[in-house]
């Protein structure tokens, strides 16, 4: 599985990197603190399957980067190869911030 620091996620939105950014947490958490992103809550994923494309990178995170792993391998069985997991969630984001 890839991963993605924050000073990565960083560079890349810095730079313009052509990715997909999507918050897997639920409405509360990201009502709290988000940094704009599709939001797809983890129980939406598999039904919402389509709007995730296959043919750029995506970065996936939660709070910690642990629903974010398991919401990773459960689309990789989907054939995705394209995704990234945001390492240390927003909890790492904000401290590096």
Not at 29 to 56: Q, V
Not at 65 to 77: F, M, P
Request: charged residues 30%.
């Amino acid at each position: 599985m890839k991963q993605l620091t924050s000073h990565e996620l960083k560079n890349w939105t810095d730079t313009g990197k052509d990715f997909l950014l999507i918050d897997i947490r639920e409405d509360w958490e990201r009502e709290a603190y988000h940094i704009g992103s599709l939001h797809i809550p983890m129980g939406e994923l598999i039904s919402r399957i389509d709007e995730l494309p296959k043919d750029k990178e995506v970065v996936l995170y939660c709070e910690k980067g642990i629903r974010s792993v398991i919401a990773i391998q459960r689309l990789e069985t989907f054939g995705f190869n394209n995704l990234f997991n945001l390492s240390g969630g927003m909890k790492r984001w904000r401290e590096s911030q």
